[in-house]
Structure formats: structure tokens, C-alpha cells
């Protein structure tokens, strides 16, 4: 057969499969997604929906979004019906920089492997609060965030080891605003800001170089209220818009609250907020406190951000995971689309991250999917003192860059069969 008789014969076969496919109604081309969520709720801020609404998924992002998209459409089809789809949420404060280094975050066993806490609280991306420095970033990067399946993004230390504990975070000389901020020009993909924090003398050096890192680099400064000598008000008028105060409803020795002897919010906290500064709850195992947060909740403080703190102390304690913090505010007012734009488009603008936090057509599709369970849940803070409410978010499936990665009742899975 020469090679004009064998294009004949191809384009014959075509046309004979393409009127049998006519005839019987079947596909004939590979559908067009990989895979399509259908019945949901979709809850995306940025984009403005808070309505059933159908996405669809093809080669790890997000390939349409309508009202309905048809079944044939699609390789997989998983039925949502009576669940929230929202964006992939985004924890801004974590450490999770592990190693073996027994009692420090900084490559130590204090942090936590992120994979095993994230998916199933519908977590996709965390930050990480500064457990590294320009000294040991590199390892961070190589040891943890190139070998995790959670996007991991960090506030980088401006103590050049990270959270090492004393003497090592206390050295003055060794927090180099230069060159913390060519680390992060280094690596504008994973850095998002600068974190100063555990800092324990009066010496206001630390604080106004890591200011100066986060104007190099034009980064926000997560600020950790590890700074008893400093006062609160002295750190707030110091930040500038956009920089971000930690811990911001807690009420422990040596840290001066947010809500004074009269229940009222401080003045200054209150005109911080109007200049712009962002507010991160940064849970941890001791940093939220119900007699802040309540009163500050009830007279406009809500949270920009919610950090949870996560490290292997707060993880069993009255934080216990993202999810439960979001539905912990539920629980003191707030609605479920204020926490989920709080917790994804908000959180992702806060970091300047504006690629994240959302479900537009063409970006990475990082989808978290809830049940909103019913019934009578207890919230605790680090007082020991808890609170009722009625609803809880539970994480029903975790779709990261396009591919499964959790689900809880086998939702995406095929029914047994023993024939």
C-alpha cells in the first residue's frame, strides 16, 4: 500500500467511526474535563458567586464554571449535592519546618509535617510564621516545602536561624535586613513577608530592621507580640498598612491585651485597624482568649486573618485545626461566607498572593469542600473556658492543583463490588 492509499484509507476509517458515533450517541473525543463537581455550593468572594453553582477541572486547574455542566462532559463526575464548595483555604501562621532538633521550631520537632494536618480541614496552602531565617531557608526549602503536597509559602525570620531559641534569635548582629530581603527576592514564589517575634529585650533594633527587610523586599511584617519590653501601642504605630499584628485576641502575662479592664477596645488598636493594619487570630496553644475575643468581635474587631498557629502543643488543644477555628467564630457571630472570604480571597490579598484564594477559570484548582453538620459542638480557648454552638464545618473532600488528596466518606470513590 503506498502512502496516498493508507491517508485514504485513514480518513474512511474516521468518517465510518464518526457516523457510528452519530448514531449511537457516543462520545467521540475524550470529554473535556478531568473531572466535574456538580451540585454544590460555591461560596468564591473575589469572583462574587454565593449560589449552586458546577466546576469543572482539566489538568489540575479550573476549566469552566456554570450553573450546570453536562455530565458527558466530563471523565469523572462527583455529586456534591447539599455541600459548600469554596477555594482552597489558606492558614497564614504554622510552623512547619521539622527536623531533629528536640524543643525548637527552626528544624526542630515543635513543627509539624504539614500533609498530615492540612487537606483534612480543606487547608491547601499554609504559611509558615518564621521558623526559618536567610541562614537556614534553604534547608526549609529543600527538606520540606519541595517534598510537601501542600503549597507552603513562609514569613521569613529576621533572626538569620529562625526560631532557634536563645542566644541564637536574641543576636542583633546576625538579623541582616539586606539580606533577608535578596533571600526573598530570591524566592518571591515561596516568601511572602518578615516575621519578627520572641525577641525578648528593649532594644527596638530588631523590630525597625525587620520593618526595613519588609520595605526592601515590599513585604508585610508579621509582627508575634513575643515582645513584652515592647508596648503594644509603640508596635501598632511603628506598623505600617498591611502589616499584620499576631495573637491578636490574647491575653497572657507579659502581653498586653486588646480589650481593657472595662471591656472596651483599646483606642489604639481600634485606630490601627482604620490605618490599615490586619489583625491575624494565631491561635496557638495559648494566644486565644474568649473574654478578647467576644467583646472585640462585638464591637467591629473581626479577624482579617486566621492563623491558627499550628505546631504540635496547639494541635491538641483548644485550636485543634483550621476548620474548627472558622467554625469557633461561626459559633461568636460570624457567617459562614464571612469565615470562608476571610479564610481564602481575603487571607491570599493579605500575603499579596492574589493567585491563590479563588476559582477563576484558568488557575490552579485548589477546591475545599464542607458539610455544615448540625447539632450542639463546644469551642475552647486557652483559658480553658468554652463556648456552644450549632454548626461545625467538617472537610468532606480536598482537591489540590487538580488532584484528590482527601475525602473523607469516599465521595470520589466507586461503590464496592464483590462480583
Given amino acids: 500500500m503506498n502512502k ?59 476549566s469552566k464554571i456554570a450553573e450546570k455542566i453536562l455530565h458527558k462532559e466530563g471523565k469523572r463526575v462527583i455529586d456534591v449535592q447539599g455541600l459548600i464548595i ?75 536561624g529562625g526560631m532557634q531559641g536563645n542566644p541564637a534569635q536574641e543576636d542583633i548582629t546576625d538579623m541582616n535586613p539586606e539580606i533577608t530581603a535578596q533571600t526573598i527576592a530570591k524566592h518571591p514564589q515561596h516568601l511572602v513577608g518578615v516575621k519578627i517575634g520572641h525577641y525578648e529585650g528593649k532594644d527596638w533594633t530588631p523590630f525597625d530592621r525587620a520593618l526595613n527587610a519588609g520595605s526592601l523586599a515590599n513585604v508585610p511584617l508579621l509582627v508575634e507580640c513575643h515582645l513584652p519590653e515592647y508596648s503594644l501601642a509603640d508596635q501598632l504605630k511603628r506598623m505600617r498598612p498591611g502589616d499584620i499584628l499576631s495573637h491578636t485576641y490574647e491575653n497572657i502575662r ?4 486588646i480589650i481593657d479592664s472595662q471591656g472596651k477596645l483599646l483606642p489604639e488598636v481600634k485606630a490601627a485597624k482604620d490605618r490599615g493594619i490586619l489583625f491575624d487570630v494565631s491561635h496557638g496553644g495559648a494566644g486565644f482568649w474568649f473574654n478578647q475575643a467576644i467583646p472585640a468581635i462585638q464591637q467591629g474587631l473581626t479577624p ?15 485550636m485543634k485545626n483550621f476548620s474548627n477555628v472558622l467554625s469557633k467564630f461561626m459559633a461568636m457571630g460570624m457567617s459562614l461566607e464571612a469565615v470562608l472570604t476571610q479564610a481564602s480571597w481575603k487571607t491570599a490579598q493579605a500575603l499579596k498572593r492574589e493567585d491563590l484564594g479563588h476559582l477563576s477559570v484558568g488557575t490552579e ?4 469542600i464542607f458539610r455544615i453538620r448540625k447539632g450542639e459542638f463546644g469551642f475552647v480557648d486557652s483559658a480553658g473556658q468554652h463556648i456552644q454552638g450549632n454548626q461545625l464545618l467538617e472537610a468532606e473532600l480536598t482537591i489540590r492543583a487538580g488532584r484528590i488528596v482527601y475525602d473523607l466518606n469516599g465521595l470520589s470513590a466507586s461503590p464496592y463490588n464483590n462480583h
Fill in 365 to 368: 484548582a485548589d477546591i475545599a
Fill in 254 to 257: 507579659d502581653r498586653e491585651p
Fill in 304 to 318: 482579617d486573618t486566621f492563623g491558627t498557629d499550628l505546631h504540635r502543643f496547639s494541635m491538641n488543644s483548644g
Fill in 4 to 62: 496516498s492509499e493508507g491517508q485514504f484509507h485513514m480518513v474512511h476509517r474516521f468518517l465510518l467511526f464518526l457516523i457510528l458515533g452519530l448514531v449511537l450517541g457516543t462520545p467521540l473525543i475524550a470529554q473535556d474535563h478531568d473531572i466535574i463537581l456538580v451540585n454544590g455550593h460555591l461560596i468564591d468572594a473575589k469572583n462574587g458567586i454565593n449560589q449552586p453553582m458546577d466546576i469543572a477541572i482539566r489538568d489540575g486547574k479550573v
Fill in 86 to 160: 469554596s477555594p482552597g483555604l489558606i492558614d497564614p501562621h504554622t510552623h512547619v519546618y521539622v527536623g531533629e532538633k528536640p524543643r525548637t521550631f527552626a528544624g526542630g520537632s515543635s513543627s509539624v509535617s504539614p500533609d498530615d494536618f492540612t487537606f483534612r480541614s480543606g487547608v491547601t496552602t499554609v504559611v509558615d510564621a518564621g521558623t526559618s531565617g536567610w541562614r537556614n531557608f534553604e534547608d526549609f526549602k529543600k527538606t520540606v516545602i519541595d517534598v510537601s503536597q501542600t503549597r507552603i509559602l513562609a514569613f521569613l525570620n529576621i533572626a538569620g
